[in-house]
């Protein structure tokens, strides 16, 4: 059976996601991308994963590297968002530059002020129509609360507007998974 795609396009649109940058490092290089395909995927292992389109330059440095980290963005960040999605014509390199950068556990970059971060090592990839999934083990999580997130719906950006709510115990937290 074979679906119109533009019509599973628009309808796709109106399916809310965060925004956020994959990144990672290692003997492939260092790159990320703007993604919206981010899920979990259990949390015995935890376990997330993330859609890269297979045409993408970054494919091949994702699988040599063979980890990755989901920064995911905050209101105001969508400069970010665009920069990552190559719609500013930086070179990869040159990306980077924007933002303040650390790491975790693996070594992926993690962008410092971002709403949170899951830190994985790739367990598996899986090839599907125009995308591999990647399928991350998290080694670490970092979570700033107080932060908002930034909301793709649409084809355009979207706040919450105090939607979220602040743990009683702590306003950021980071963490390694064992």
Request: aromatic share 8%.
């Amino acid at each position: 059976m074979d679906i119109d795609r533009a019509a599973f396009r628009n309808t796709m649109a109106h399916f809310g996601a965060a925004v956020s940058i994959v990144t990672t490092e290692g003997p492939g290089g260092r790159c990320g991308f703007t993604c919206t395909s981010v899920c979990s995927v259990s949390d015995e292992p935890a376990t997330i994963l993330a859609c890269l389109n297979r045409r993408s330059q970054t494919n091949p440095i994702f699988r040599r590297n063979g980890i990755f980290c989901v920064n995911v963005l905050g209101t105001g960040q969508e400069d970010m968002s665009a920069i990552f999605a190559g719609q500013t014509g930086e070179k990869m390199a040159e990306r980077f530059l924007h933002g303040t950068w650390d790491a975790l556990i693996t070594g992926a970059p993690v962008l410092r002020n971002a709403v949170g971060a899951l830190d994985c090592a790739i367990a598996e990839t899986k090839e599907c129509g125009t995308h591999t999934i990647l399928f991350g083990k998290v080694a670490a999580v970092r979570l700033n609360s107080e932060r908002e997130p930034l909301m793709y719906f649409n084809r355009t950006y979207h706040h919450l507007g105090g939607a979220c709510m602040t743990y009683r115990d702590g306003h950021s937290q980071t963490a390694s998974v064992s």
